[in-house]
C-alpha cells in the first residue's frame, strides 16, 4: 500500500477554526509543533506560540504530515534563517525540487502562492503567501488541500496567474 503526504493531509480535512475567542487544540497543537521543532534546531529567540486558530496557520498543515512522515520541512532546514521563518508559507519555497506547474501531481507535491496584491518576488520568504497540496489545475486556476483555506481544512481553487510562486515536489514522488 502507498500513502502519500495528501492521503495523510486529508485525514484533517474538515479541521476548522473555532470563531471568536476559542482555539482549535489541534492546530493550536499544530503550531506548536513547529515551534517545537524550531526551537529544537537552535534558532535563538523564536516566535510566541500564536494565542489562537485566527493566525495564518496553512503553513503547518505540511509541517504536521512532514512530521509525522519525517519528511524535510522547513522548522528542520540546514539554514537557520528558514528555521526560523518555518510558520510562513513561502518558506515551503525552500524545500525539495522545484517544478513547473504542468508538472505537478497530486500526492507529490506542493504548490506556493502570493497572497492577492503582496510581493510577487518569490526570493522574498518572509512576506504574505500561501502552502496548499496540489490536486489540479486549469489554464487559469489551481486546486489545492490545504489548512487555512475558508479557516478550515479543504480543497479551494486560486487564480494562480500572477500568484504563483513556485511548484515544489518535496520529496520522492513518482
Avoid at 46 to 53: I, K, Q, W, Y
Wanted: aromatic share 8%; hydrophobic share 45%; proline share 8%.
Amino acid at each position: 500500500m502507498q500513502v502519500t503526504a495528501l492521503d495523510l493531509a486529508r485525514r484533517y480535512e474538515g479541521l476548522k477554526e473555532i470563531p471568536g475567542t476559542g482555539t482549535n487544540p489541534i492546530i493550536s497543537g499544530m503550531l506548536g509543533l513547529v515551534l517545537a521543532e524550531m526551537a529544537a534546531g537552535g534558532i535563538g529567540t523564536l516566535p510566541a506560540v500564536p494565542p489562537d486558530d485566527e493566525t495564518p496557520w496553512c503553513a503547518t498543515l505540511p509541517a504536521q504530515v512532514a512530521f509525522l512522515l519525517n519528511l524535510p520541512r522547513p522548522a528542520k532546514h540546514a539554514d537557520a534563517e528558514i528555521r526560523r521563518l518555518a510558520l510562513r508559507a513561502r518558506s515551503w519555497l525552500m524545500i525539495g525540487t522545484a517544478i513547473d506547474l504542468k508538472d505537478a501531481k497530486p500526492g507529490w507535491d506542493l504548490v506556493i502562492l502570493n497572497r492577492a496584491g503582496g510581493i510577487t518576488d518569490p526570493t522574498i520568504i518572509n512576506a504574505p503567501g500561501h502552502v496548499t497540496f496540489y490536486l489540479a489545475h486549469t489554464a487559469e486556476r489551481v486546486r489545492g488541500f490545504g489548512g487555512n483555506q475558508g479557516n478550515q481544512a479543504s480543497a479551494s481553487w486560486y487564480p494562480w496567474s500572477g500568484q504563483l510562486l513556485g511548484v515544489r515536489r518535496w520529496w520522492t514522488g513518482p
